[in-house]
């Protein structure tokens, strides 16, 4: 099975280099800006391609496009005579945007990628969608070599699963930051707080985060919401973060 | 070194039994509840102790007091006559509610504690103080039979540090638990996501969080944003949420 890639970012970059793990053959890769295609290209022994229509001849077996939201359709639009399986990598867009092609699919990390950081990618989930049953089946079987974790996910689900996305990883890193910044404003360093961090993450992958919930809030414990309120006056925007999801954790109570 | 325990909660249990693993002995625990007592007591090879007087006498080096916050005086105050180190192991009370007793401190383990979820407490940070330098020697030497990571803060820092973990632990694992509910009314398994929250946690461990925040809010991707508001227009509460918090994330651009 080959692969060619468009787009050359975060998911692009971790997608490829998996892909290169497990030695499946990436043909092209092309990105908007050249130089990036060729930084990638080289990391994976693929060809870095100039001209997009020349992916479309490649004879490559799957293609995947992994640029922004924005971008997919007309990326798509120059690849309509793209003879193998066209699969964007994105949670938020329909699979029917790719619908002028013949065959074609979704093949979604669900994870949070940074250009730094490698991970496990034997663990991360793979949502899949595809226009027809052949297709689908080759999409499964190139997510089984990259991952355990693969998902038949429809395109009304995946919006749910994006959206959820946010809840789970989007909001609390932004926590994390707050965390950090408070940390830091009194002489604190971040690293005493990462075990509580990682307990809490660990805590909801065997339990439900509702049975989980600890803290002031949850426990009615007015006295100490009261003080961090007070702890908060010179952060108004914290304050009412604090505000609103100490509110919303009581009634869950 | 002799230890008893005044409580019966989470914090209690999860120290008393982190006690008797490093095998400290623990002489005495008392509990509002004396059923609760003598369950954890016997869990630790203890004795349950019927009237709090007891404890005063009962020959022990440190009795930590673990707690309701606002419970803390009150029992403190039927324990003037102790002749070891009074601590208490809250995060939010400062040391001083416990100047009444000669020896007194602060042993506040900075982490979540579940009742029914087991976890390695030499990873748990340790954050002590107390009234003079040999009674923090010896909260040191006991900290150090539990855990690597022992920290000096006062009383201010504490706070802080308390107010930090409300961000960094209560309010994302509230989050997490909106996710597991958008996905349940949508017939998907929380499974899905729990690699995602593992790695948000995870990414954190070796980088500020303001350098890994990902997700459309920090992309300023108006279009994803405006379908998530879609989305959660049943859910006014979650909207909010969601508003608020990528508001937030958005002037971290």
């Known amino acids: 099975m080959k692969v060619s890639i468009v787009g050359s970012g975060n998911v692009a970059t971790h997608l490829a280099k998996a892909l290169h793990h497990v030695h499946v053959e990436i043909q092209g890769i092309w990105s908007h800006q050249f130089e990036n295609a060729e930084l990638l290209a080289n990391q994976v022994d693929a060809k870095a391609i100039r001209q997009i229509s020349e992916i479309a001849n490649d004879g490559s077996d799957i293609l995947l496009i992994s640029v922004k939201d924005d971008a997919i359709a007309d990326v798509a639009a120059q690849l309509k005579n793209y003879r193998g399986i066209v699969a964007h990598t994105s949670g938020a867009v329909t699979l029917n945007i790719l619908n002028e092609n013949v065959n074609y699919g979704v093949f979604y990390p669900l994870q949070t990628f940074s250009k730094h950081k490698t991970l496990d990618f034997s663990q991360v989930p793979l949502c899949l969608e595809a226009n027809n049953t052949q297709s689908l089946r080759q999409l499964k079987t190139l997510a089984a070599l990259l991952s355990k974790n693969i ?99 009581k009634k869950n109570r």
Chains 1, 2 share one sequence.
């Open 151 to 249: 998902y038949e996910v429809d395109s009304e689900q995946r919006k749910i699963l994006h959206l959820a996305a946010v809840f789970a990883c989007n909001f609390p890193n932004y926590l994390y930051g707050v965390a950090q910044q408070l940390l830091a404003q009194h002489q604190l360093d971040f690293e005493i707080i990462k075990p509580l961090i990682a307990e809490t993450a660990n805590k909801v992958q065997t339990a439900l985060p509702i049975e989980v919930q600890t803290g002031p809030a949850i426990r009615n414990d007015e006295q100490t919401l009261q003080k961090h309120e007070e702890l908060l006056k010179a952060h108004s925007d914290w304050l009412m973060i604090y505000k609103l999801l100490s509110e919303q954790i």
